[in-house]
């Protein structure tokens, strides 16, 4: 069970603060709190006539009852949807799987700033996707770029069942940048199989996956990126928009079941001011 909430200010807040911990017990919580800002708080006051409250007394809050606290209303989306979509991994090492040299290099880059590990592949592990993989092009390190081999449903599907079975992480991120053989897949409709041979609630890979799928402003790349969009919603797939906000999101929900973990363990976190 999830609950949304979008605040600006309150008037009674220890009324305020017992609801919410009334529901957090029962709920994972969202928060957005709008007026962070000194011109936020003065829009506050003259939208709700209501105190913003500082920043750091609702950071404390969120903390102390264990509320995921979000800045805008495109992290609640990305926060929902791996709420919703992605089971929960058991830890913070990612795969991160896709096409392009510089896009594996940004996508690292983001998981690995918000908390997220991604560690490189073992010698074995990479000898077992190099039998069927050609060298050339094609860099299995982790991100694994698998650019030139993409186009190869069979071993995109081999290579993707070996990394998810790999003792040395806990879910996987595929990515595809606009511009970079989208249209092709598309297509050629390797991605709705793709993405239909990944679905979770399938139970056909043994770790949760998520899907980065860039918006673009050519309209036939457009076009073919909703068709993709679509089969990841219908096959019960996460769908971010870019490398940050799939990062951003999914460190966010791996913080929040740490905490609940803590808690359960008896860890005290503290008091709120």
Not at 204 to 214: F, G, I, R, S, Y
């Amino acid at each position: 069970m999830k609950q949304i909430c979008s605040i600006e200010g309150i008037k009674d807040g220890k009324r305020f603060r017992r609801i919410l911990q009334e529901a957090t017990k029962e709920k994972t919580v969202v928060l957005l709190k709008g007026g962070a800002t000194e011109g936020g708080a003065r829009a506050v006051a003259g939208h709700t006539a209501a105190l913003a409250g500082s920043r750091a007394t609702w950071d404390a809050l969120c903390k102390q009852l264990r509320i995921i606290s979000v800045s805008s209303i495109e992290e609640i989306i990305d926060v929902l949807v791996t709420l919703l979509f992605l089971p929960t991994p058991r830890g913070r090492n990612a795969l991160l799987f896709g096409v392009g040299g510089g896009a594996s290099v940004l996508i690292a880059d983001e998981f690995e700033s918000r908390g997220l590990r991604v560690p490189p592949l073992p010698p074995e592990i990479i000898a077992q996707i190099r039998e069927f993989t050609p060298i050339a092009g094609n860099i299995l390190r982790n991100p694994v770029d698998y650019s030139q081999a993409t186009m190869n449903l069979e071993g995109v599907i081999k290579t993707f069942d070996i990394l998810s079975r790999w003792e040395g992480t806990d879910f996987l991120v595929t990515f595809v940048r606009t511009g970079q053989f989208t249209t092709s897949l598309i297509s050629e409709n390797h991605l709705d199989l793709l993405m239909s041979r990944f679905s979770i609630n399938q139970g056909l890979l043994p770790k949760p996956v998520a899907m980065v799928l860039e918006p673009s402003i050519l309209p036939k790349e457009a076009e073919a990126l909703l068709v993709a969009i679509r089969g990841c919603i219908s096959s019960g797939l996460p769908v971010y928009y870019s490398f940050a906000a799939a990062a951003n999101a999914i460190s966010l929900v791996l913080n929040h079941a740490e905490s609940q973990s803590q808690s359960a363990s008896g860890v005290d976190r503290g008091s709120c001011p």
